[in-house]
T-cell receptor
Framework: DAKTTQPPSMDCAEGRAANLPCNHSTISGNEYVYWYRQIHSQGPQYIIHGLKNNETNEMASLIITEDRKSSTLILPHATLRDTAVYYCIVRVLSGSARQLTFGSGTQLTVLP | GAVVSQHPSRVICKSGTSVKIECRSL??????MFWYRQFPKQSLMLMATSNEGSKATYEQGVEKDKFLINHASLTLSTLTVTSAHPEDSSFYIC????????????FGSGTRLTVV
């Protein structure tokens, strides 16, 4: 799985968009970008994933650059409940079950 | 959506005793489950991969005789921390793959183990 780099922490004002970057310069053509988040003392929660096209769901949007070497997770209207550690993970979409490998992630703090 | 139930959410035990943590897939079958450990202010670290009907695969540095994993059915995997010591105090999380595509991985809510 390709290595990812994320800033250790970010702040965001409540109600504003939170933009979380992730660098994955060694990503290969068949690797997807996944985002999970972990609210304090809970298990990780899936947010979104994508290959090369931008993706949007009810939780967030994922913007992947054309060269796929970086991506941005966007929470359009952050709330206090979005305070969590956000993990960007790059991996192939495998037919067999393989573990997810977590990096250090970004601690997002949404401020009132 | 797919739910993984983990129990207990918190447990305090005395040093030298054993503790069992259960991980159940509620509405799907999970042939493979993963066990992670997370120390304060650190990321999740994979401990072992649990396979239904066969022996678990442990990551390097994880003692298989200390962390016993049983995956006897398609919906239940258990992790038993034997002869627990204070350094085993941690947040333990299980995960199961729910589908061959898309997100595919659902996590339990975690178990906070404190050994006193």
């Amino acid at each position: 799985d390709a290595k990812t780099t994320q800033p250790p922490s970010m702040d965001c004002a409540e109600g504003r968009a939170a933009n979380l970057p992730c660098n994955h310069s060694t990503i290969s053509g068949n690797e997807y970008v996944y985002w999970y988040r972990q609210i304090h003392s809970q298990g990780p929660q899936y947010i979104i994933h994508g290959l090369k096209n931008n993706e949007t769901n009810e939780m967030a949007s994922l913007i992947i650059t054309e060269d796929r070497k970086s991506s941005t997770l966007i929470l359009p209207h952050a709330t206090l409940r979005d305070t969590a550690v956000y993990y960007c993970i790059v991996r192939v979409l495998s037919g067999s079950a393989r573990q997810l490998t977590f990096g250090s992630g970004t601690q997002l703090t949404v401020l009132p | 959506g797919a739910v993984v139930s983990q129990h207990p959410s918190r447990v305090i035990c005395k040093s030298g005793t054993s503790v069992k943590i259960e991980c159940r897939s509620l509405d799907f079958q999970a042939t493979t489950m993963f066990w992670y450990r997370q120390f304060p202010k650190q990321s999740l670290m994979l401990m072992a991969t649990s396979n239904e009907g066969s022996k678990a695969t442990y990551e390097q540095g994880v003692e298989k005789d200390k962390f016993l994993i049983n995956h006897a059915s398609l919906t239940l995997s258990t992790l038993t921390v034997t002869s627990a010591h204070p350094e085993d105090s941690s947040f333990y999380i299980c995960s199961a793959r729910t589908a061959p595509a898309q997100n595919g991985y659902t996590f339990g809510s975690g178990t906070r183990l404190t050994v006193v």
